[in-house]
């Protein structure tokens, strides 16, 4: 069962746009990560939103965590090729160390 | 520190053979995991260990046994693989904190073939 569901999937831009990735649930988080991953390596994380509502921004990306705790989004402004990579979220249930990660988008920034 | 060392980071592999996986961490994380990644797919849980002790396994096959001989390392242990296990073995760990709160640290993963 997948819990957490991102939209879009596939994201080809140009270099300069601006997008925003959605991660939604009909569950309840206590935290959600956002990930960045490239081919071959690791997530690296990027950030972490515990309280329902709240809004980091991390240089150009913003990053929004739904205040019924249930979603989330990124929004990238003038996006850059060392963007591109496949966009993870993943939800942290109430017992802790346990995480569901979501569907994914992969972004492609062309220069 | 935030780093999370795994090894080897590609593994070959016949569907005979023993062959073990290795990850480390030293930031006194508690909570310790092991993912399996198909490409272009999101990580999928195997196992995770919260204070040396199994916590989860998500009917993972015998095939692949988890072990935490200490607090910073675990390992994972292949016996009888299959072709279609082939695919990115990613280690995670996280403090361990009990009602959430965590933030999982990944390692750069063991890309496995299983000819």
């Known amino acids: 069962t997948q819990l957490l569901e991102q939209s879009p999937q596939f994201l080809s831009i140009q270099e300069g746009e601006n997008l925003t990735v959605y991660c939604n649930s009909s569950s309840v988080f206590s935290s959600l990560q956002w990930y960045r991953q490239e081919p071959g390596e690791g997530p690296v994380l990027l950030v972490t939103?515990?309280?329902?509502?709240e809004v980091k921004k991390l240089k150009r990306l913003t990053f929004q965590f739904g205040d019924a705790r249930k979603d989330s989004s990124l929004h990238i402004t003038a996006a850059q090729p060392g963007d591109t990579g496949l966009y993870l979220c993943a939800g942290e249930k109430w017992t802790g160390n346990q995480f569901y990660f979501g569907t994914g988008t992969s972004l492609t920034v062309i220069p | 520190d935030t780093e999370v060392t795994q090894t080897p980071k590609h593994l070959v592999m016949g569907m005979t053979n023993k062959k073990s996986l290795k990850c480390e961490q030293h930031m006194g994380h508690r909570a310790m995991y092991w993912y399996k990644q198909k490409a272009k797919k999101p990580p999928e849980l195997m196992f995770v260990y919260s204070y040396e002790k199994l916590s989860i396994n998500e009917s993972v096959p015998s095939r692949f046994s988890p072990e935490c001989p200490n607090s910073s390392l675990l390992n994972l242990h292949l016996h009888a693989l299959q072709p279609e296990d082939s695919a990115l073995y990613l280690c995670?760990?996280?403090?361990?904190?009990?009602?959430?709160?965590?933030?999982?640290?990944f390692g750069p993963g063991t890309r496995l073939t299983v000819l």
């Open positions: 995670a760990s996280s403090r361990g904190l009990a009602g959430g709160g965590n933030e999982q640290f």
């Open positions: 939103v515990v309280t329902g509502g």
